[in-house]
Structures are given as C-alpha cells and as structure tokens.
C-alpha cells in the first residue's frame, strides 16, 4: 500500500495523510451509520455501556456533549466493515510489519458547532498504557498505528486534528494528561514544532503512531466535524481490555 517515502515519513514526521482514499458513496455510508449512532446517543444522559458500545456522554456549562462511541462496531455494525476495510489494514500492515493486529480501536468521535469538545494535546502511547503491564512495544517501532477517516471536511474553525511533527522522535515524553477540557501542558519545555492542523476533505485519512503529539481545539464554526478512528497494535503488545463488546479482536490485515 505504501511507497518506502511514505513509511519513512510516518516513522520520522509521525505521520501521513492519504488524500481521497475512500470515495465519496463510501463516506455517505459512513455517515449514515454514525448518524445512527448519534441518534441513540441523543437518547442517552450520561456515559454508559449501550448496545454494546461505549458512549462517551459528557455536559459543558449545561450543554449535553455527544464526545464520542467507543468500540462503535456492536451498535453499529457497518462501522465493523468500514474500519477493517483493507485500505486500513493494508496501511497499518506496511507500517506495523505484521500479518495481524489486534484492533482496539474502531471510534467516532463528534464536534457539532459550540459544544465545546477539546481534546488537549496528548500521545496516544500514554493511553495504550506504556509504561505499565498494559502494554509493550513488540517491534520496537511503537506496535501501533492509529487511523483518522474525515466524515466531514475539516477546516481551521471546524475543530481539526492538530499534529506536532517529529514529537515521535523521542518515544514516550510522560505527558500527563487526560480526556478531559481543563486538561493542558506546557508543551514549549519538550522545545518541540508548532502544531500544524490537519485540514482534510471527507474521505481523507490521516495515519499516526502512538508518540505523536496531536490535540484538536473546539468547533467554532456552523458545521460539524465528524472522524472515524481505527487504530491497529502489534500482536501480543496490548493487555488491556478495552470497553465494547469484542474490542481487540485479532485480525489479518
């Protein structure tokens, strides 16, 4: 899937993004089926378990956030074939150097106009659980490729993924933080480049590994920003069990 330029960029920038990789039918598919999920998560008041899959239900100054669906594949099994499509998995195998990888990601995550959703800049690598027994780095290389499906065009005022490039360069930097809007840090003590947004059109994926810093801002615009996010590890690196009804399942890529 992979030209070696473009796997050298993804282990020396911490990233690629691949441009129309899915085409415009098949991110109406997409849509349509987080659309779904939407509708039962506005049926729900708070975090819970719900067919399956975890909603991520969270309030901001009396505004009901939909943040996110966890494991989105059991409520919504269309999300399943999408986030195992082979143009992912074939991706995450050049970049993994595996056959197989157990998926523990398969998420939407939601941004409607002035619901407030920030995610602080963070490394993924932080939750997978390095560091602890939760996690080992099998390959060396991190063992875990994450993927970003643009459902809407992302633009600067939409609340777009903002990536630092080359803070994958020094493996895990212990930032402490959290899924959660007060949550920040001083990113100018790891003297590390500016973000850069991500500006995508629907069908765009970006793929990133577990060290890159990356954050979003809140969606200050009248449109919604709508991602799709699967994310592959190394056979044998996760020990987690993640929430959702047959989250890290082993599959061929």
Not at 100 to 109: G, R, Y
Not at 115 to 144: E, L, M
Not at 180 to 194: P, Q
């Amino acid at each position: 899937m992979l030209s070696k330029e473009q796997i050298n960029e993804f282990f020396t920038r911490g990233y690629i993004m691949i441009e129309a990789l899915f085409e415009q039918s098949e991110v109406g598919e997409m849509s349509a089926a987080i659309e779904r999920l939407k509708t039962e998560a506005d049926s729900l008041d708070q975090t819970c378990i719900h067919k399956g899959s975890m909603f991520v239900i969270t309030e901001k100054d009396g505004q009901k956030q939909i943040r996110r669906v966890s494991w989105a594949a059991p409520a919504e099994p269309e999300l399943k074939k999408w986030g195992q499509d082979k143009r992912l998995t074939g991706v995450a195998k050049d970049l993994l150097g595996s056959d197989t990888a157990n998926q523990l990601i398969n998420q939407v995550h939601f941004k409607y106009p002035h619901d407030g959703v920030r995610y602080p800049f963070h490394q993924d690598c932080k939750h997978r659980g390095i560091g602890t027994d939760a996690w080992t780095d099998i390959n060396g290389k991190g063992s875990y490729v994450q993927s970003l499906t643009a459902i809407d065009e992302a633009t600067i005022d939409n609340g777009p993924m903002y990536f630092i490039p080359y803070s994958c360069k020094d493996g895990n930097l212990e930032l402490e933080l959290g899924y959660n809007d007060e949550a920040d840090t001083d990113l100018s003590v790891h003297d590390l480049a500016e973000p850069v947004p991500i500006l995508m059109k629907p069908g765009d994926v970006a793929f990133f590994g577990p060290y890159t810093i990356h954050g979003s801002f809140p969606n200050t615009s009248e449109s919604p920003r709508r991602v799709f996010i699967n994310g592959y590890a190394y056979p044998g690196a996760n020990t987690r069990n993640y929430p959702g009804e047959g989250s890290g399942e082993l599959i061929t890529l």
